[in-house]
């Protein structure tokens, strides 16, 4: 099972439908929920994801974070980890970030400068290299799936939380 340690901002940008890259984000999220993909996330991270929503809706930023929670594998943040961090001329949430990816072995998906993040960690495949990774031909299959069926997981399970307010897609739109 290839293992990714994702970073936090993505996973913002995702929920919050602000990036062109929300509809690659949608795949990996559906390989993630498929246990294609074992994901990681830090705390930190977490909790910059819950401040955030937070300001749109609380109740329903901690439902998200609940339901973040039982989908990802939570990265464990300790002094030691926080120490090596601290010395990456990095932004620190990023060092966190690739400290707890070079930890448990893992692949970094982020959407920040490979060229600025590869001087310090070398497993961080820019999002189109994560389908070679997997593999073309699954992942072009999963495209095509989730394209025929207009499969929108995040509007989906948006809509089941009552989230739709935090989202720009409409569940009936082709978009």
Known sequence: M???LLDADIALEWI???SPIVEEVEIIWY???SHVIECYMTKI???KIHLILSEFNGIKANDFVFYLEGVVKICPVDYNLLQESRKSPLDFETAVEIECAKQKQCYYI???SH???INYYDKVPQLGEL???LGREFASKMNEVLHQKKINLISVWAAKQGLGELIKWNLNSDQ
Request: no cysteine; glycine share 10%; net charge neutral.
């Open 2 to 4: 290839l293992q990714v």
């Open 16 to 18: 919050l439908n602000r």
């Open 31 to 33: 390989l993630i929920n």
């Open 45 to 47: 991270g977490i909790g």
């Open 110 to 112: 982020t959407q920040k």
């Open 115 to 117: 060229d600025l993040i």
């Open 131 to 133: 389908w070679d990774l």
